[in-house]
């Protein structure tokens, strides 16, 4: 009970800093336009998930940083 309870918490957390994080996003593409993320694009990521240890957690890496 308590591992599901920290489960439902920890993803409500993450829902919540991803929904901050996008909206965060498009201040800054408006403000200042989409040529400062063009270039991020080509670098890596700070960090990466390893796929063999998450692969949920990798792909939604992945689908976060094409955004």
């Known amino acids: 009970m ?4 920290l489960k439902d ?5 993450v829902d919540s800093l991803t929904k901050r994080v996008r909206k965060q996003k ?8 989409p040529i400062v ?3 991020k ?3 890596k990521p700070i960090f990466e ?5 998450d ?3 990798a792909n939604f890496m992945k689908q ?3 955004i």
């Open 26 to 33: 498009e201040i800054i593409t408006s403000s200042y336009g």
């Open 37 to 39: 993320l063009d270039a």
């Open 41 to 43: 694009r080509a670098e």
């Open 2 to 5: 308590k591992q599901e309870v």
């Open 55 to 57: 692969p949920d957690g």
């Open 64 to 66: 976060m940083i094409k």
């Open 49 to 53: 998930i390893n796929p063999e240890l």
């Open 9 to 13: 918490s920890f993803k409500a957390s």
